[in-house]
Antibody, heavy 121, light 107 residues
Framework: QVQLVESGGGVVQPGRSLRLSCEASGFTFSSHSMHWVRQAPGKGLEWVALILYDGGNKYYADSVKGRFTISRDNSKNTLYLQMNSLRAEDTAVYYC??????????????WGQGTMVTVSS | DIQMTQSPSSLSASVGDRVTITCRASQYISTYLNWYQQKPGKAPKLLISAASTLQSGVPSRFSGSGSGTDFSLTISSLQPEDFATYYCQQSYSTPYTFGQGTKLEIK
C-alpha cells in the first residue's frame, strides 16, 4: 500500500542540527513532488518546504529559509529534511506529504504519521 | 504570502446537523483550494481538492464550493466520525499556506 514513514525526530538543543527522513513505498516516488509540513503542539499546520519530483527545484517557508534544506534520493525512495540552527519555535511534529502531481499546484494526498522534534536545552 | 482565514475557529454541532465552514484567501487563488480533516494524534487527511473535487473514499455528505477568494466546506448531515479539525489550504503559490483550522465539536 501507499505509505510514507518518517524518522529522525528527537530532542535537540537550540543551535544544533537534526536530519529527518521519510521513506516512501507503494508508489513511484520519482513521479511526485514532496513536501514537509509541521505542526507545533496544539497549533495548526504550517507548510515547511517543497521539492519537485526530480529534485531540481526547492521552495521554503520564510521561517526556515537558510536553516533547513529539503532533498531527496529517488534511488532510495527517500525524502530528507536537514535542519540546522534549530530554535525552540521549530518544536513540532514534522510530516512528510506526497504531492498529488509532479510540479506545482496540487494538494497533498498522502501523509506520513509524523515525527516529533523538540528543541530544548 | 497568501493568507487563508477560516471561520468559525470552532463550531459546536449535533449529529445530523448541516454545517458549513468558510475559508477566505487574501488574494485570488482560482480553485487551488484544498480541504483536510485532522483527528487528534493523526495526520491530516485530504477530503477535497480543487475547491470541489471529492477524494476517493470520502463520503458524499462532504462537499466544497467556491472560486477566486471565497470558499466553503459543507457537511450535509454530521456523523460521529466527522468531529475533527478542518483546514483549508491554498496550492496556488508557495508558500502553500493553511487556514488556522476549524475545530468541530459535539454539542
Amino acid at each position: 500500500q501507499v505509505q510514507l514513514v518518517e524518522s529522525g525526530g528527537g530532542v535537540v538543543q537550540p543551535g544544533r542540527s537534526l536530519r529527518l527522513s521519510c521513506e516512501a513505498s507503494g508508489f513511484t516516488f520519482s513521479s511526485h513532488s514532496m513536501h514537509w509540513v509541521r505542526q507545533a503542539p496544539g497549533k495548526g499546520l504550517e507548510w515547511v518546504a517543497l521539492i519537485l519530483y526530480d529534485g531540481g527545484n526547492k521552495y521554503y517557508a520564510d521561517s526556515v529559509k537558510g536553516r533547513f534544506t529539503i532533498s531527496r534520493d529517488n534511488s532510495k525512495n527517500t525524502l530528507y529534511l536537514q535542519m540546522n540552527s534549530l530554535r525552540a519555535e521549530d518544536t513540532a511534529v514534522y510530516y512528510c506529504a506526497r504531492d498529488l502531481g509532479y510540479t506545482y499546484g496540487h494538494p497533498f494526498d498522502v501523509w506520513g504519521q509524523g515525527t516529533m522534534v523538540t528543541v530544548s536545552s | 504570502d497568501i493568507q487563508m482565514t477560516q471561520s468559525p475557529s470552532s463550531l459546536s454541532a449535533s449529529v445530523g446537523d448541516r454545517v458549513t465552514i468558510t475559508c477566505r484567501a487574501s488574494q485570488y487563488i482560482s480553485t487551488y483550494l484544498n480541504w483536510y480533516q485532522q483527528k487528534p494524534g493523526k495526520a491530516p487527511k485530504l477530503l477535497i481538492s480543487a475547491a470541489s473535487t471529492l477524494q476517493s473514499g470520502v463520503p458524499s455528505r462532504f462537499s466544497g464550493s467556491g472560486s477566486g477568494t471565497d470558499f466553503s466546506l459543507t457537511i450535509s448531515s454530521l456523523q460521529p466520525e466527522d468531529f475533527a479539525t478542518y483546514y483549508c489550504q491554498q496550492s496556488y503559490s508557495t508558500p502553500y499556506t493553511f487556514g488556522q483550522g476549524t475545530k468541530l465539536e459535539i454539542k
